[in-house]
């Protein structure tokens, strides 16, 4: 449970689509947070997820309900926001749909399973700083936590920011970051290889973009 550490302790926190409410019920067994919401967006889902509810010692401190993303709070009402186990494309979708909306909770905690640079752009471009990002290791998987809080100041992030975290490149000499890192210079070497194949104009600006890509993080792991 890596996500319940950038939870903000002491106060209310959300978790939108919850899957059976586990982190909801950990965060409140555990003295992490007072009540929790878990969050479902249709009634099979919230079905379960009430199932399990009842099943725990903390039934009356965990709130099941049913709504689309944030749709299903009132401003404010809970600090953390927690979205964790869907793509960063669904993320954003949430977000975008009422920024002021989200900029009344104090903090959100993503677990993107895909193109997190989605996400990072998104953050950036609303002004929304990054927190923190964690990587948590589940057998040969790496998965990824960001924490983000609202803000008004947008930025830019490098490319390797957007793809790699600008958090994660800074705590480079961390063993999970290392192994991260390398695995994102395989990735990077492996397109570059594949773009040497095509002669297409189209392609040439891309072999530039990889070769800028595997230089700077070639400098940047050897720093580290």
């Known amino acids: 449970m ?30 992490i947070v007072p009540w929790a919401i878990a969050t479902e967006l249709s009634r099979g889902p919230l079905a379960r997820t009430q199932a399990a509810i009842m099943l725990s010692p903390v039934r ?35 977000l975008s749909r009422d920024w002021e909306k989200a900029a009344s909770f104090r903090r959100f905690v993503f677990q993107p399973m895909s193109r997190p640079f989605v996400l990072r752009q998104a953050l950036a471009e609303q002004g929304w700083p ?40 800074k705590n480079r000499d961390r ?15 492996a397109v570059y290889q594949s773009l ?3 002669n297409s104009p189209e392609t040439r600006l891309l072999i530039e973009d990889y070769k800028h890509k595997i230089k700077a993080l070639e400098v940047i792991m050897d720093a580290g």
């Not at 106060?11 to 982190?23: E, F, K, N, P």
């Not at 063993?175 to 070497?189: A, C, D, G, P, V």
Request: with cysteine; glycine share 8%; hydrophobic share 45%.
């Open 196 to 198: 040497l194949q095509s």
């Open 175 to 189: 063993e999970l970051n290392k192994i991260y890192l390398q695995r994102w210079m395989n990735r990077y070497q």
């Open 130 to 169: 990054i927190l923190d990002e964690l990587l948590v290791r589940e057998n040969k998987r790496i998965f990824l936590i960001i924490s983000s809080s609202p803000g008004n100041r947008p930025y830019k992030l490098s490319s390797l920011e957007l793809d790699i975290g600008p958090i994660i490149l």
């Open 60 to 94: 009356d401190l965990v709130q099941p309900r049913l709504g689309d993303g944030l749709q299903a709070l009132d401003r404010g009402e809970a600090a953390s926001i927690i979205m964790a186990g869907m793509g960063a494309d669904t993320i954003c979708r949430i």
């Open 2 to 31: 890596a996500v319940a550490k950038l939870v903000i302790p002491g106060q209310v926190a959300a978790d939108i689509g919850s899957d059976h409410a586990r982190l909801p019920i950990y965060l409140v067994q555990k003295g």
